[in-house]
């Protein structure tokens, strides 16, 4: 038998928001990424999964990386959006 055939896949906690949760393994030199969600009475169903071949996984980083980048811009932008438009109730005096 060889010695790739022995190794079992390698996986991770999965990350979990509310109903829906992602997985990944590890299997040989391909890492699996893996989208479920929660149905009651059944449990965890895999909706889709995604095959990311090595070379792939810096690029699929960096991509990642500039999501959440942006993402936390838009963020900022709506706070500080929200926070220039405040109206402050002074009291009348007579």
Known sequence: MAAGNTQKAAKFAPAEAGEKRIDLS????????????????????????????????DVLHKMIGAARVRIRN?????????????VLDFPITN
């Open 74 to 86: 838009q963020r900022e932008m709506v706070g500080n959006e929200e926070s220039s438009h405040k």
């Open 26 to 57: 590890i299997e040989g030199s391909m890492t699996s990424i893996k989208l479920s969600s929660w149905i009651d009475g059944l449990g965890w169903c895999v909706e889709k999964t995604l095959a990311v071949k090595p070379e792939m996984l």
